[in-house]
């Protein structure tokens, strides 16, 4: 097997040199991204930012967000039982059990993070997503409070797109379907989208189905040539089963078990755990550009999540309500070779949370066990200053002042600066620097986790990012090459803690260091050669390197200075080939290569390395009537590795591992018409 791949590569090199592509002549073909106010090309980012765009999102699993957001070099995701997310930017894992914290998500023009930091990504189906981007490193000087990083996503319908219809059919192994419907409709002065989805699996482990029911809707009104008014809105009801860890033991016996009874503990079957969330999230945006120096965005937007949680010791509901508002001026002008932008704004935001804990008598809410209601504000300005000199060289200075509490406690105000540089050494190689402040206060889950107590000693974690880089890419995109190395010093680091009934609770540990490495190549070795086999064929390749350790940590007598960070591998190697094959054939293959992973901050015990494999095989090139059909078939796990991707760090009883799918298989159609 290896055989036949290296030869295949070596006639695709022999291939790709006999084309007479003339690069030197051929006009650069740009990447555009927008990490903060305004569209700039990749190459001139003054940070690290990893895209995912439509094209390799139709390529990935639709099922989950997972396969596609570990393509980029320090991000990992997991997913503990199907629905139930997890998203680590550098690191970041260790304070979330469960659930999204440390990094703030936006949707379109709107934080899908609420004022307490908590995402509820799981409720967004990957199909109403057109574009990912990851902002990596602390951006608390434009975005607020986060140590990690944020995520900004892009809804179905916020990219230009052409009159379409757009239906999606899929099944797969252990009970997998997936259906999602969109309709995209375009004028001159109002676009709009409509996706609507259902997804559901019985899960591959016992006790771990999950279904979810979705809608969305995504407007855009130019009602003047320099105004326009966006709109988005969602709904979505969720359901997953929570099998829960299992023992060393128990995952080498069976590893699809759900956890057992233990003792006066019931088994994860018998109290029916799992999560039930309807959230209902919508948001207007007005921009105006007010003249040829000033413009203006204000966005408001709202939220409310009706969330519930039947767990083995308890029964959980809360009731979540939130509303913000974000808005900034943006000033612009010209001199000389310099090209000057100042953007001042703010944000507000305020969450709302009613806590109630109950026994949990097979899965129907018993006695009140605690009752809580707790408000969190979060609130900053902030600032930047962009100087772009000669399209060369690119200076930004940015701050923002941050305003923290909740009931019981006000935190300090803190000051968020970055200062960061890149420089456009010729027009295929650009360097960087930047140096900010990360800062993440503790998110209501986590100062009243599910232990029933609030912990009003619970500090917010901050620290500093070093980071430098580089990207280099030949004209015509043919060739990518971006590096990064980095040093985050974070103190105050929160960790999760676990009694022995399963409730968690959280604390501050010394800190972590954080040096690392990044990096993203890609190479377009065939790009479009209808004389060939093989029409096209994109390679791809994501590096991350971490050697993250505590600093200064002490557990009660357990001094864990200098043991690596729990929940992070050291290594991680993601690699791609996407190949147009005749007859508009494609093949995508992808290998996931995850090193060890410390599962307890004493580093006593250990995740073992997995390496994943997946495939995908489509023809494009199938009509019903005028109508164009796709119809895919896909693998996961082909080497059919045994791997726990969601681990539980801490986990008493050693109940850390929750065992990922076996190899399984998917298949289904697209179907895109214009109207």
């Given at each position: 097997m290896k055989k036949i791949f290296t030869a295949c590569l070596l006639l695709t090199a022999l291939t790709s040199k006999a084309q007479t592509v003339q690069d030197t002549i051929k006009k650069l073909n740009e990447v555009i991204i927008k990490p903060y106010f305004a569209q700039q090309p990749l190459i001139r980012a003054t940070g690290t930012v990893g895209l995912v765009d439509k094209a390799i999102l139709d390529k990935q699993p639709g099922n989950s967000f997972v396969a596609v957001a570990n393509t980029i070099p320090g991000i990992r995701?997991?997913?503990?039982?199907?629905?139930?997310?997890?998203?680590?930017?550098?690191?970041?894992?260790?304070?979330?059990?469960?659930?999204?914290?440390?990094?703030?998500?936006?949707?379109?023009?709107?934080?899908?993070?609420?004022?307490?930091?908590?995402?509820?990504?799981?409720?967004?189906?990957?199909?109403?997503?057109?574009?990912?981007?990851?902002?990596?490193?602390?951006?608390?000087?434009?975005?607020?409070?986060?140590?990690?990083?944020?995520?900004?996503?892009?809804?179905?319908?916020?990219?230009?797109?052409?009159?379409?219809?757009?239906?999606?059919?899929?099944?797969?192994?252990?009970?997998?379907?997936?259906?999602?419907?969109?309709?995209?409709?375009?004028?001159?002065?109002?676009s709009f989208n409509i996706?609507?989805?259902?997804?559901?699996?019985?899960?591959?482990?016992?006790?771990?189905?999950?279904?979810?029911?979705?809608?969305?809707?995504?407007?855009?009104?130019?009602?003047?040539?320099?105004?326009?008014?966006?709109?988005?809105?969602?709904?979505?009801?969720?359901?997953?089963?929570?099998?829960?860890?299992?023992?060393?033991?128990?995952?080498?016996?069976?590893?699809?078990?759900?956890?057992?009874?233990?003792?006066?503990?019931?088994?994860?079957?018998?109290?029916?755990?799992?999560?039930?969330?309807?959230?209902?999230f919508g948001g207007l945006s007005n921009n105006w550009q007010i003249s040829e120096h000033f413009k203006h965005v204000i966005s408001v937007y709202s939220s409310y999540t009706d969330f519930k949680n039947p767990f083995i010791s308890n029964y959980e509901t809360r009731k979540e309500f939130t509303i913000g508002v974000?808005?900034?001026?943006?000033?612009?002008?010209?001199?000389?070779?310099?090209?000057?932008?100042?953007?001042?704004?703010?944000?507000?935001?305020?969450?709302?949370?009613?806590?109630?804990?109950?026994?949990?008598?097979?899965?129907?809410?018993?006695?009140?066990?605690?009752?809580?209601?707790?408000?969190?504000?979060?609130?900053?300005?902030?600032?930047?200053?962009?100087?772009?000199?000669?399209?060369?060289?690119?200076?930004?200075?940015?701050?923002s002042a941050n305003y923290y509490k909740y009931n019981y406690k006000t935190f300090d105000p803190q000051l968020m600066p970055r200062a960061a540089i890149s420089y456009l050494a010729t027009e295929q190689l650009s360097l960087r620097a930047s140096v900010s402040k990360g800062y993440s206060p503790p998110t209501l889950l986590e100062v009243r986790s599910s232990d029933n107590v609030?912990?009003?000693?619970?500090?917010?974690?901050?620290?500093?990012?070093?980071?430098?880089?580089?990207?280099?890419?030949?004209?015509?995109?043919?060739?990518?090459?971006?590096?990064?190395?980095?040093?985050?010093?974070?103190?105050?680091?929160?960790?999760?803690?676990?009694?022995?009934?399963?409730?968690?609770?959280?604390?501050?540990?010394?800190?972590?260091?954080?040096?690392?490495?990044?990096?993203?190549?890609?190479?377009?070795?065939?790009?479009?050669?209808?004389?060939?086999?093989?029409?096209?064929?994109?390679?791809?390749?994501?590096?991350?390197?971490?050697?993250?350790?505590?600093?200064h940590y002490i557990d009660l007598t357990n001094d864990h200075t200098g043991n690596e960070l729990t929940g992070v591998p050291k290594n991680t190697v993601i690699s791609s080939a996407d190949i147009q094959l005749p007859a508009r054939f494609y093949l995508f293959i992808q290998h996931n290569y995850t090193s060890s992973i410390p599962l307890n901050d004493a580093n006593t015990v250990y995740a073992k390395k997995y390496h994943l494999a997946q495939a995908k095989i489509g023809w494009q090139n199938l009509k019903i009537g005028n109508i164009p059909v796709e119809i895919y078939a896909g693998a996961d796990n082909l080497l059919n590795q045994k791997y726990s991707l969601g681990n539980d760090l801490n986990a008493f009883g050693g109940r850390y591992y929750n065992t990922a799918a076996s190899r399984n298989f998917y298949a289904g159609l697209a179907i895109k018409f214009s109207k």
């Open positions: 995701m997991e997913e503990r039982s199907p629905g139930s997310y997890r998203l680590s930017i550098r690191g970041s894992l260790l304070r979330s059990p469960f659930g999204i914290r440390n990094v703030k998500i936006y949707y379109g023009d709107f934080p899908l993070t609420d004022a307490s930091g908590n995402s509820y990504l799981n409720a967004v189906d990957v199909s109403a997503v057109s574009q990912l981007q990851v902002l990596k490193g602390p951006q608390g000087s434009i975005y607020g409070a986060n140590s990690a990083g944020v995520v900004l996503l892009q809804p179905e319908g916020s990219l230009p797109e052409s009159n379409l219809i757009k239906l999606n059919l899929e099944g797969g192994s252990f009970g997998a379907f997936r259906e999602n419907l969109s309709l995209n409709k375009q004028s001159d002065k109002y996706t609507q989805a259902f997804q559901r699996s019985d899960g591959y482990r016992d006790h771990s189905g999950m279904k979810r029911k979705f809608f969305q809707t995504a407007h855009q009104w130019n009602y003047l040539p320099n105004a326009s008014l966006k709109a988005l809105a969602f709904y979505s009801d969720l359901h997953y089963n929570t099998p829960g860890g299992l023992n060393e033991a128990q995952y080498a016996a069976n590893p699809r078990l759900s956890r057992p009874a233990a003792g006066a503990a019931k088994s994860a079957i018998e109290q029916k755990a799992g999560i039930y969330s309807k959230t209902l974000r808005s900034y001026l943006e000033y612009g002008k010209s001199t000389g070779q310099a090209n000057w932008k100042l953007n001042i704004g703010l944000e507000s935001m305020k969450t709302t949370t009613d806590f109630d804990n109950y026994d949990n008598n097979r899965g129907v809410p018993g006695a009140l066990q605690a009752s809580d209601n707790l408000a969190a504000n979060s609130n900053f300005a902030y600032a930047q200053l962009s100087v772009d000199v000669a399209e060369k060289l690119l200076v930004e200075l940015s701050t609030i912990n009003k000693d619970l500090q917010p974690e901050l620290g500093w990012n070093y980071e430098t880089g580089l990207h280099y890419q030949t004209l015509n995109n043919k060739l990518n090459i971006d590096l990064t190395a980095f040093y985050y010093n974070l103190k105050n680091a929160i960790v999760r803690r676990a009694n022995d009934n399963g409730t968690e609770y959280f604390v501050n540990s010394g800190g972590t260091k954080q040096p690392g490495l990044e990096a993203a190549f890609s190479y377009n070795i065939i790009e479009t050669n209808n004389s060939c086999l093989i029409r096209r064929l994109q390679l791809k390749s994501a590096y991350t390197v971490s050697r993250f350790t505590f600093d």
